[in-house]
């Protein structure tokens, strides 16, 4: 089993940043994604940004320039920078980490609330 830990998450003012993490610890292979989803009330979750364990990024359009995702895989952990947040940002940030052994199996973090105000 994997287990996720999340931090950093709270209230800023619209163009604030802030700093997510997310450590992850127990049977985790070298080889894995680990990223940052969230969820707004009365929305689905939608992807933020994530990375493989080779450090390729992917990020939302929405993200894309204002957010910068990076991994330590020596900590195993993941991080979210999040710059010039906007109040559309406000959600519950899940991290979450994927990898393949025969099957794909997920583990999801408890989840960091973000809350943008205007």
């Known amino acids: 089993q994997v287990q996720l830990v999340e931090s950093g998450g709270g209230l800023v003012q619209a163009g604030g940043s802030l700093r997510l993490s997310c450590a992850a610890s127990?049977?985790?292979?070298?080889?894995?994604?680990m990223g940052w989803y969230r969820q707004a009330p009365g929305k689905q979750r939608e992807l933020v940004a994530d990375m493989t364990s080779s450090s390729i990024p992917n990020y939302a359009d929405s993200v894309k320039g204002r957010f910068t995702i990076s991994r330590d895989n020596a900590k195993n952990t993941v991080y979210l920078q999040m710059n010039s947040l906007k109040p559309e940002d406000t959600a519950v940030y899940y991290c979450r980490l994927s990898q393949t052994i025969l099957t794909m199996t997920e583990y999801w973090g408890q989840g960091t609330q973000v809350t943008v105000s205007s």
């Open positions: 127990g049977r985790i292979f070298s080889r894995n994604v």
